[in-house]
């Protein structure tokens, strides 16, 4: 009888794409996504180790499936990702009912961990201290059909005093370029359309072979290809952000005006205690040139709050940053130490109290700049691809959801009364529509629909849908060509 997986993920992107690696690996191994309502036969939890309550909240999924493995023979948990790598063996030693702990270096021992721990009916911890094979050569199954995240390194040569994730994902390690134009080609050429290059400091690709420039090489190599419509990235560093990746992205015409660029804070006392090999007018100036070089580029950023010794002088530096740069979106985040990082130390941690007032003040700033740059889009026509699962109440307003070249989330009303009748839209077909509403975090477009182009990544996705196969999992590097193409689809509108 096939034994079934479930595969829970917290954190990042890389964490999502690690994701799709761990399904691959286990579909390849034999194993079949638990069907829903179905108590999987092995849970895996790929952990992030980054905000404060990330062990809380491991270790209270995993006491809650205590009871459930006591009644389940057979059943297995594995924890890996981050949280395993820092906290290894402490993992059995607090929930003994765990099978498998592994890290972010040997996510493919992932199936024989499982074998062994069954056929000696004991705990497998193995953690590894650097990577020995790059994870894309792994077979990976794809949440989308249509949309795919692609690795171009793994890793981190900063030293940012907030940060374990270097201590727990090694340093850089880069793919080289081949590679990665070989693994965009195959995807394209089973349908996808939109890949975002990954990595934990995107745009210093090139340092492990000495090309300062190859991160936008890279960016212009994608737009040769033949296919491939939507070009992104995360995420980038300010202090290696140079401009010949300005010029490329504003030069090569897949690659999508929005950007995502990490701030931190807007004090160059905390940027330096940080550890932030920038300060607040190189920020600024970056911001300058990309807006300069790309108008309607939407830009968006991560911010601390309450870091140790942060002032009120300070934290006001930060949000005049935010009012200077109006961004079209923030992920805010509370400072919180964590154990094995030099901040965790530091002296003058802020209280909590005073950290939650900046913080209230933050988002409000945040958000009224956010509804006020999406305000300005109300009348323009964007052209969306339209996305699965991005609108949590589409059922509810007979809406269909979407994402602008500057990936911004537009929810439309599917009236296509202005264009040539049409068969049904699917997931990653592209429509142009005009924007008659904005709120803080997304767009409506309620008008009838102005044209429809459906796509190859189109019938990617009801291809799948249809019939779903085990050739869905593939090795995210193939070794020898790429799948055979789609047929060509008509265009529309």
């Known amino acids: 009888m096939t034994r079934t997986y479930e595969v829970r993920t917290y954190g990042c992107q890389m964490n999502v794409h690690d994701s ?36 809380n909240r491991l270790y209270g999924n995993l ?25 290894r063996t402490t993992i059995v030693e607090k929930a003994p009912w765990v099978d498998v702990v592994f890290g972010t270096h040997n996510i493919g021992s992932l199936p024989a ?20 094979v790059f994870p894309s050569t792994l077979p990976t199954k794809r949440e989308s059909a249509y949309a795919a995240w692609v690795s171009i390194s793994v890793g981190c040569n900063n030293t940012c005093t907030f940060c374990i994730v270097p201590a727990l994902r090694g340093t850089e390690k880069d793919r080289r370029p081949g590679e990665i134009l070989a693994e965009i080609e195959a995807l394209v050429a ?55 990746v300005i010029e490329a992205m504003a030069e090569t015409r897949n690659v999508m005006p929005s950007l995502h660029m990490p701030l931190q804070s807007g004090s160059d006392k905390v940027l330096k205690e940080m550890r932030r090999s920038y300060r607040q007018s190189r920020y600024l100036g970056i911001i300058d040139r990309v807006r300069a ?46 154990p094995g990082t030099p901040a965790a130390t530091m002296a003058d941690q802020v209280p909590r109290d005073v950290v939650q007032g900046r913080y209230e003040r933050l988002i409000a700033l945040v958000n009224d700049i956010a509804w006020e740059e999406n305000q300005r889009l109300v009348g323009r026509t964007v052209e969306l691809m339209v996305a699965e699962g991005e609108g949590r109440k589409d059922a509810a307003t007979q809406r269909l959801s979407g994402r602008g070249p500057d990936n911004r989330l537009v929810h439309f009303t599917p009236d296509f009364t202005a264009v040539e009748p049409v068969q049904t839209i699917r997931p990653g077909d592209l429509v142009t529509v005009e924007i008659t509403y904005a709120a803080p975090h997304h767009l409506v477009a309620d008008g009838p629909v102005l044209s429809v182009r459906r796509t190859r990544s189109g019938d990617a996705w009801e291809a799948r849908t249809a019939a779903p196969t085990p050739a869905s999992v593939g090795l995210g590097m193939p070794a020898i060509g790429v799948p055979a193409p789609l047929p060509g689809a008509p265009a529309c509108g």
């Open 190 to 244: 089973e349908g996808v359309s939109e890949v975002t290059l990954l990595g934990q400091n995107v745009n210093a690709y090139g340092v492990e072979f000495g090309d300062r420039q190859a991160f936008s090489k890279l960016l212009r190599a994608c737009g040769e290809l033949e296919g491939l419509e939507r070009v992104r990235f995360t995420s980038p560093h300010p202090a290696e952000f140079t401009d010949d």
């Open 20 to 55: 799709e690696r761990l399904t691959g690996l286990l579909e390849h191994a034999g194993y079949a996504a638990a069907p829903d309502g179905e108590q999987a036969d092995v849970v895996v939890f790929n952990t992030c180790a980054v905000r404060e309550n990330a062990d």
């Open 293 to 338: 070089a790309m108008p309607d580029a939407a830009i968006t950023t991560d911010i601390i709050v309450g870091f140790p010794g942060e002032t009120e002088e300070d934290f006001e530096a930060t949000m005049d940053v935010v009012r200077r740069a109006r961004f079209s979106g923030a992920f805010t985040f509370i400072y919180s130490p964590r």
């Open 113 to 132: 961990l499982l074998d062994r721990a069954r056929a000696q009916e004991e705990a497998q911890v193995e953690i590894l201290e650097s990577l020995e």
């Open 63 to 87: 006491g809650h499936l205590a009871p459930v493995k006591a009644r389940t023979p057979g059943m297995q948990i594995a924890v890996g990702g981050c949280l395993a790598q820092k906290d």
